[in-house]
């Protein structure tokens, strides 16, 4: 019987716990906006469509001492080893859905995979990641505990990086996301705790973000940031 994508997403993270990996991840990507629906309780809360992939993000790579063969750990339920990209970031692939494993970028970056010979793997190092690991949340699917960006900094974070999006599609999708989590929090009586979220952020960013918030509609968030 197939599974459903919601089922895989938490197998996958169901074995990686298993093998005593998860604790060094982070779950971010549209997957946390599923696991979200929890923190917010009887808050009305709408889902947004999960997409296909499945981010890991790993704060401090060179503390895992845990020595796993991802890609065969996963092997049995379908995924394969895949590449994308002229510099060959590996990814693990299934039907529906798509598992990379991300990185913080340090000092000038590089456009090269991470090395990750630990897992069997590569990572992509990419900016602003750090700020997802500032404040987390934990989540339990059974009996694993999956940790998440708090949904503040999530939002902010898509906001933060939405203009780097190259299609106006996934930003408008991205946007989207991020306003919905914000108007939830605010009316979950969270409004100082995105505020703090945001104060965490340099004003460089804090600029990128406030950016965003140009409709008429998002005037009362951007008075809560200020």
């Known amino acids: 019987m197939e599974q459903s994508q919601s089922d895989l997403c ?13 604790k060094d991840i982070i779950l971010v990507g549209s997957w946390c906006t599923l696991f979200y629906k929890d923190f917010f309780g009887d808050q009305e809360y709408m889902t947004p469509l999960v997409t ?7 704060p ?23 590449f994308t990209g002229s510099q060959g970031y590996i990814r693990l692939e299934h039907p529906q859905l798509i598992v990379e494993f991300l990185v913080p970028e340090k000092g000038r970056g590089s456009d090269k995979p991470y090395a ?3 897992l069997g793997l590569n990572a992509q190092a990419l900016r602003f990641l750090e700020f997802l690991s500032q404040n987390t949340i934990t989540v339990k699917l059974g009996s694993t505990i999956v940790t998440l960006p708090h949904p503040a900094n999530f939002a902010l974070h898509k906001l933060l990086i ?6 106006p599609e996934k930003q408008a999708k991205d946007k989207e996301a991020a306003i919905r989590i914000l108007n939830t929090l605010v009316a979950n009586g969270q409004a100082n705790t995105l505020r703090e979220a945001f ?17 008429i509609t998002e005037k009362h968030l951007v008075e809560i940031l200020e």
Not at 10 to 22: F, N, P, S, W, Y
Not at 52 to 58: A, C, G, S, Y
Not at 162 to 167: A, L, V
């Open 10 to 22: 938490i197998e996958v993270l169901r074995r990686l716990d298993k093998a005593g990996l998860l």
């Open 52 to 58: 296909r992939d499945m981010d890991l993000f790993i």
């Open 60 to 82: 401090h790579p060179r503390a895992i001492r845990t020595k796993t063969d991802v890609a065969e750990l996963l092997k049995d339920i379908g995924f394969v080893v895949g």
């Open 116 to 118: 990750l010979p630990q």
């Open 162 to 167: 939405m203009s780097r999006r190259p299609q």
């Open 199 to 215: 104060d965490m952020m340099p004003k460089r960013w804090q600029g990128k973000v406030k950016k965003q918030l140009t409709d």
